[in-house]
Every structure is written in structure tokens, then in C-alpha cells.
């Protein structure tokens, strides 16, 4: 009877301990309501047929409020390149939902869509400098357990309507995120 009432009392301990968790994915000692994330990007970038590529190389900023899984974002872009010998530019701010996924303890993929403001130069004979922008994609964080700061790597679909035409363009980000209390 000893190592059975041992046996039992342990699967009684672990499966209690298991119990203990949130099966959902979002722990409450890790269930963070803000997240300020800071990262290199890279978005290459058609500006319009027969004209070129411009790849560009900045710096992106996101915010998120979260409530449980949904939240929401804003976002702003800035990077620079060159077309044809010329500096360019291509800027974004906007605002959307996030969508954080079920994780396990350190990984947390998520998904989003923002819409918004986008800017670009130089100035072409096809059309003005501004049009809406939105983005589409996803990534995911990695935090250590407990931290504040993890790192997050994400790839979005950039869609645009510059010069009278739509750029799809691919943008590609990596750098770290700020987990904080209210």
C-alpha cells in the first residue's frame, strides 16, 4: 500500500499543478495589458512598373492594448533607400486589431491587420506622395519566462495605392518588445 498511496499522491500533486494552469494559453502572471515593440525593418518596394525597386531599410514602432487576445494597435514605419540614384523614402502610421494566438509559455504567435496613412518620395510625374496603406500579416514574440523585455519577428503583406497603381510589397521586421503594467 505505501508505494501505491506514493504513486497516487504525485499523480494527485502533478495533475493538480496542471490543473492550476490556464489551458488557454495566457497566464496570469504573464498577461500583460500593453506592449511597446521597436525593430529593425525591411520592405522592398515597387514603386511602379518599369520604374523599380526601392529596398528600404528603417525603423519600425508598434503599441498594443490588450484586452485578454484581442487589442489594439498602432504602427509606424520609416525607412529609407534608394531608387534609380535617388534617396527615397516610405513612411506608415496607422492604427488596427492584433490578434494574439494561444501560445506556450515563451512563444506567442499573433496575427494582425492595419490600415492607414502612408507616405513615399520622390516624387513621381504619375500621381501625388500619399495614399492609404494597410498591412497584413503576423509574427511572433519570444519571452523569456517572467521577463519584461522578449524579441519579435514578424512579415507583413505592405498594400498601397500609389501613382494610380497598387503595390504589393513584402516587409520583414526582427527587435524587441516591452511588456508592461498599467
Known sequence: MG?????AGLVLLFTSNLMAQDI????????????IGVGYTFISFQEAPGVGTSN?????????????????????T?????????????????GGVRYRL?????????????????YSTPKLSYGTN????????????LHPRHARIGYRVSADLFGTRFFGTYQLSPEVTVGIVFKLHL
Open 3 to 7: 508505494k501505491f498511496g506514493i504513486m
Open 24 to 35: 488557454k494559453g495566457v497566464h496570469a502572471e504573464d498577461a500583460h495589458p500593453l506592449e
Open 56 to 76: 528600404n531599410s528603417g525603423v519600425n514602432a508598434t503599441a498594443t492594448y490588450y484586452d485578454d487576445r484581442v487589442g489594439v494597435e498602432g504602427d509606424f
Open 78 to 94: 520609416g525607412t529609407f533607400g534608394t531608387l534609380n540614384g535617388q534617396s527615397s523614402q516610405l513612411m506608415f502610421g496607422g
Open 102 to 118: 494561444p501560445h506556450y509559455r515563451s512563444f506567442e504567435p499573433w496575427v494582425h491587420a492595419v490600415g492607414g496613412y502612408a
Open 130 to 141: 500619399d495614399a492609404f496603406g494597410y498591412k497584413l500579416g503576423g509574427g511572433f514574440d
